[in-house]
């Protein structure tokens, strides 16, 4: 169908504005389909593959992959997979809760600040968030170590035994995960608390409801779009955790991520790690789902 | 008219919220400031302090193999930045000023967030069996900096085509529209009138993407091969071997080109009607 039309001021046809357009969109558009969908159709193809006793690939279709995550192997049935699935969501939730309690306080903070300081605060925050993983798990490896004054206190107060370090501990592996989401919930929370109507809040406080009432009717329903961004970009990166797990974590805090980079490591068994990722994406994309019905679209920056 | 106007208060915080606000901060830069005190610190063994000295920094200098890491760092980042720039930009243009029918632009959306809202090492997975799959297929390819440009720039794009894009959505069509009443043809609209508008988005999508280059890590990790280890697969390295006090110093530096990056960043992101 060949309409003739006006467009940015331009007498023009929606053929020759296709081809223009698409002149434009093929090269980038191409990269994207072909570098995201193979690798998708990829982990797909890899997942229902098995892998040979003597540990060549081989192209028939199972879903006995699934079926180990599950915990089924040849010698019957084991929790070992499950726990760590189990163990993947509850760190990355009660690092979401966490990261929301903290966050949520800081955004209303920065928003109060005059504008210039505003500024200056979410660069504060911001640096961190763009400083290198390895740097900033390591950095905690350093002040958690066994001569640093946090666990000097904790070895005083016998909470540890003499001369131990913090980490590898679970309690590391919430510092450094809560550490590392904070930037990633500040930033839309922050957005969303900014253009907060104060008016609302006037109004509830003249008709004399009490300060929670105020919060749970005119401040919270307010923040709800922002509330479930910071929720997305919090709990998604801790559910795909990999490094600080591996670096703070000991070995009962292993997450969905450090069972996928063992099967591409040690393991050498590509086509179970194609099938704990999968599952993991199947989860994110649920939660998702489940969290872009209750709220708005996903923004980011 | 400016928010400021309309909202004339500034609300003092409580004192609650103060505190949990300068806790956070510590809690953000206190491991941080730690690395930066030991990278000057004299001591070989232990966080014992043994004296101000700069050699953690000098002996850097003379460690070829972080040399060419930092090299492989910096080659992986402006490549993949460069060609993720102009990729993500026509992306952002082709969909923003052309009249797609609306079902194309949410099949497109949808896509261009799936590198924002996956998991990075589900992500680095596909990316390695992708790989892996030519490989086996077809023989030849090797993992090295060519898959790690590759892979950076498939999650880079997403990114600029975001930020460009939503600076060409504020823009508005009245100065373009004004260039065609003037009779400029397609070519010269865009090449005079559209991209210096957009360029500041354009500068900032780019410094963004060269951000996220250098923040990677996992990516990197899987897509990687024995000859192309750059900065972050360096430090992970000796981290499993046992650190060394000139990796305090390695991530010192590190640290200071991100924050510049990220000041540098701030610059290009403050919208006019800020200022």
């Not at chain 1, 990261?99 to 209303?108: G, I, N, V, W």
């Not at chain 1, 179970?272 to 872009?292: C, D, E, K, Y």
């Not at chain 2, 730690?34 to 232990?46: D, E, Q, T, W």
């Not at chain 2, 499993?240 to 510049?260: E, K, M, N, Y």
Request: glycine letters at 6%; charged letters at 10%.
């Amino acid at each position: 169908m060949n309409r003739l039309l006006v467009w940015y001021g331009e007498l023009a046809t929606t053929r020759k504005l296709t081809t223009r357009g698409l002149a434009l969109l093929a090269v980038p558009l191409i990269w994207i389909v072909v570098l995201l969908v193979a690798p998708l159709g990829a982990m797909v193809a890899w997942s229902v593959a098995s892998r040979a006793a003597t540990g060549d690939i081989e192209w028939t279709f199972s879903l006995q992959n699934f079926g180990r995550l599950a915990g089924y192997d040849a010698f019957g049935w084991t929790k070992s997979y499950l726990v760590i699935l189990g163990t993947t969501l509850v760190i990355s939730t009660i690092t979401t809760v966490i990261t929301l309690a903290l966050a949520y306080p800081l955004s209303f903070f920065i928003a109060q600040r005059r504008p210039a300081r505003r500024y200056l605060w979410l660069t504060l925050i911001i640096i961190p968030f763009c400083t290198n993983l390895v740097i900033r798990t390591y950095a905690w490896m350093l002040l958690l170590g066994n001569q640093m004054p946090p666990a000097l206190l904790a070895q005083w107060l016998h909470l540890i035994g003499p001369s131990e370090a913090l980490y590898p501990s679970t309690l590391a592996v919430y510092i450094g995960m809560v550490s590392n989401s904070l930037p990633f919930a500040v930033l839309p929370l922050y957005t969303n608390v900014e253009k907060l109507d104060w008016a609302i809040v006037e109004a509830s406080r003249d008709l004399y409801s009490r300060p929670m009432r105020t919060f749970f009717h005119g401040i919270l329903p307010q923040t709800l779009p922002g509330l479930v961004t910071a929720i997305v970009l919090t709990f998604i990166p801790a559910m795909g955790a990999f490094l600080i797990p591996d670096l703070l974590g000991g070995g009962k805090s292993w997450m969905l991520g450090n069972l996928i980079q063992h099967q591409f490591g040690v393991s050498r068994d590509f086509p179970f790690g194609a099938a704990v990722s999968l599952v993991l994406t199947f989860l994110t994309m649920v939660g998702l789902l489940i969290l872009r019905r209750s709220g708005d679209e996903v923004t980011f920056l | 008219m400016s928010r400021a106007e309309a909202a004339p208060r500034v609300r003092r915080s409580h004192w609650l919220l103060s505190t949990i606000a300068g806790a956070t901060m510590v809690f953000l830069y206190l491991p941080l400031v730690a690395v930066a005190a030991m990278s000057v610190n004299a001591a070989r063994f232990g966080v014992a302090w043994k004296g101000f000295s700069l050699r953690w920094y000098a002996q850097l200098l003379h460690n070829q193999v972080v040399l060419q890491a930092a090299l492989n760092t910096l080659i992986l980042a402006a490549v993949s930045t460069a060609i993720s720039t102009v990729l993500g930009t026509l992306l952002a243009i082709g969909l923003e000023r052309f009249p797609w029918p609306r079902w194309m632009r949410r099949i497109v959306d949808a896509v261009v967030y799936v590198p924002v809202v996956t998991p990075d090492i589900v992500f680095a997975v596909g990316m390695l069996l992708a790989f892996e799959a030519v490989r086996q297929a077809m023989g030849g390819l090797r993992l090295g900096l060519a898959t790690m440009i590759v892979a950076h720039v498939t999650f880079q794009i997403s990114f600029v085509a975001l930020v460009v894009g939503s600076r060409l959505a504020t823009l508005g069509r009245s100065v373009e529209e004004a260039a065609r009443d003037l009779y400029a043809d397609t070519w010269h609209s865009l090449r005079t009138i559209t991209l210096p508008l957009i360029a500041p988005g354009i500068v900032a999508g780019a410094m963004l993407a060269f951000t996220l280059s250098l923040d990677d890590f996992v990516i990197s990790f899987f897509t990687s091969g024995p000859s192309s280890v750059t900065l972050p697969l360096y430090i992970y390295g000796s981290l499993r071997r046992g650190v060394s006090p000139d990796i305090h110093a390695l991530s010192t530096i590190v640290f200071l080109v991100t924050v510049t990056l990220v000041l540098g960043l701030q610059l290009f992101t403050r919208s006019p009607k800020e200022e």
